[in-house]
């Protein structure tokens, strides 16, 4: 694959396809592009730079990961009557066939950096425009150009990386990882005494072509029957904005605004919830979903709850190095309807955990082309997700001279996840919550209240494991109630009602065009 010497054609992911199909979908319903969603790096260099060795640096990057020099076309062994059909099909049912889209890999592809000197004062503000404005900018599903560079001068030897990547090609997972690639890469080229490293051994490209495979052999039948299952007792279960009573909704101020509330752990509260963890041979994120789950059962009045989580899916060697976007989204349930202890609690949470890491591989179109239905997604949904800083990036590092840190960008404009979301992250010596949230649908004290009902209840269940869930967090037992619906079937619309199973529910064709929740998207 890097070493291919003419342009290769290669599937679209199953992920990319939704994207590209949601995206033709607005473009005709709308008569515009869709909102562009990005994934941004920023890292600090202190020091004598030698712009050249950058210039070589990301060249390399995008040479090593052929992710980053593709672009996205309509398949055109497909002829155009059957494309529109199966277009058609998507727009009714929000489920589709696959086969629609397929990129081409450019053998070569440079990127330009883009320097910008940002004077003496007001440098805060001028890198929040330069990167506000990068964030208004798509990238060009046609063009080869997965990935921007912008160089933003503070002093003589002081200078900001702004990299912006199509979230088409790349999830959040890339980020570190092409951290540490700028700063092995840049001392090779700054110095020029050492070798380059290995290429991945597999190209995102590659693995498309792997994953549409897999789905078409029946590869993917064992994790269809875990998550049919997971949605046939948890579907229903689903948070949204709807279900929390106190979210203290405030329709139309400041729409399209998505500003964030956080909260640290500190040192001494921090280490009692890695205690608990490590005593019971549990994550770190088991411990904070089984936490949010608890408040989420105060808030909306359920004793069954499910919210949905990210997964990196990189369970294989080949894929831990590669650039592309390999997560996949699923729900998680919890049921508390029997108010188990906290024990007990972590248990079926690691479990749930445990289930949901097994099958993460699967990603949810196919999911619904399996069940021959697609959902109905209502309301802003609900997410979790953990992260840890990694310890080789956190730190500043000496790279050809140059020494290279990371650098807090200003929030994107517009977020890639249009929903709550709630992001715990492992700082090292903290713990620190972080939640997302639609201005237009929230105010920003409720969302904190929230997320402080979330540590207290982890520092509970840290303190007092054997205490019950509800008790945890002030509930009144007889105050909850079960699912919205006792099956969650009706939550979705039919794709073809000679192809639902046998056993598979039945499901209410769709009158409306799909929502496709940009969770998703």
Not at 57 to 77: D, G, K, M, S, W
Not at 311 to 340: C, K, Q, Y
């Amino acid at each position: 694959m890097h070493g291919s010497s003419s342009d290769a054609a290669f599937p679209a992911s199953l992920n990319q396809e939704r994207v590209l199909l949601a995206r033709e979908l607005t473009r005709r319903r709308n008569g515009a592009e869709a909102a562009p969603s990005h994934l941004r790096l920023g890292l600090r260099l202190r020091g004598p730079l030698d712009v050249h060795a950058l210039g070589k640096t990301l060249n390399e990057i995008v040479r090593r990961h052929a992710a980053l020099r593709v672009a996205f076309f309509p398949n055109l062994q497909l002829p155009p009557a059957e494309w529109e059909q199966r277009f058609s099909r998507f727009r009714r049912t929000g489920v589709f066939e696959p086969g629609l889209f397929q990129q081409l890999v450019l053998q070569h592809q440079d990127i330009s950096i883009q320097k910008i000197d940002l004077g003496e004062s007001g440098q805060e503000a001028a890198i929040e425009a330069t990167v506000r404005s990068e964030d208004r900018r798509p990238f060009d599903d046609g063009k080869f150009e997965r990935m921007r560079a912008s160089l933003l001068r503070l002093g003589d030897h002081d200078h900001v990386l702004v990299l912006v990547l199509d979230h088409l090609v790349s999830d959040l997972w890339c980020l570190p990882l092409i951290g540490r690639e700028v700063r092995r890469l840049y001392a090779c080229f700054a110095d020029s005494d050492c070798s380059l490293p290995a290429d991945p051994p597999l190209s995102f490209p590659e693995f498309a072509m792997r994953e549409k495979l897999t789905a078409a052999t029946g590869g993917f039948d064992r994790a269809v029957n875990y998550w049919r299952d997971q949605w046939a007792r948890f579907g229903s279960a689903r948070v949204s904005l709807g279900d929390l009573r106190n979210s203290s909704a405030t329709p139309g101020a400041g729409s399209g605004a998505f500003p964030s509330v956080s909260l640290r752990f500190d040192e001494s509260d921090s280490e009692k919830v890695r205690s608990l963890a490590r005593n019971h041979r549990i994550s770190l994120f088991t411990v904070f979903l089984a936490a949010f789950s608890v408040v989420l059962a105060k808030h909306t009045g359920r004793s069954v709850v499910a919210i949905w989580g990210h997964f990196a899916n990189r369970t294989e060697p080949e894929t831990r190095d590669m650039v592309g976007w390999l997560a996949n989204s699923h729900i998680l349930g919890v049921d508390l309807s029997d108010n188990p202890r906290g024990d007990a609690l972590l248990g079926q949470v690691q479990r749930v955990v445990a289930g949901a890491l097994s099958w993460q591989a699967l990603p949810l179109s196919h999911l619904w082309r399996a069940l021959r239905c697609g959902p109905r997604f209502a309301g802003i949904t609900v997410l979790m997700d953990f992260n840890s800083l990694p310890r080789d990036l956190a730190e500043p590092r000496k790279s050809g001279g140059l020494e290279i840190s990371p650098f807090i960008l200003p929030q994107a404009t517009t977020p890639r996840l249009s929903l709550l979301g709630v992001h715990v992250l492992d700082e090292g010596n903290r713990l620190s919550v972080t939640a997302r949230f639609p201005k237009s649908k929230f105010k920003p004290e409720s969302i904190a209240g929230l997320i402080e009902e979330l540590k207290h209840v982890a520092l509970k269940l840290a303190l007092r494991s054997g205490a019950r869930a509800f008790e945890l967090a002030g509930i009144a037992p007889t105050s909850l109630g079960a699912t919205r619906e006792e099956n969650e079937m009706d939550e979705f619309v039919v794709l073809d009602a000679t192809l639902i199973p046998e056993a598979a529910e039945p499901c209410e064709e769709s009158k409306d065009e799909p929502t496709i929740p940009a969770p998703f998207v």
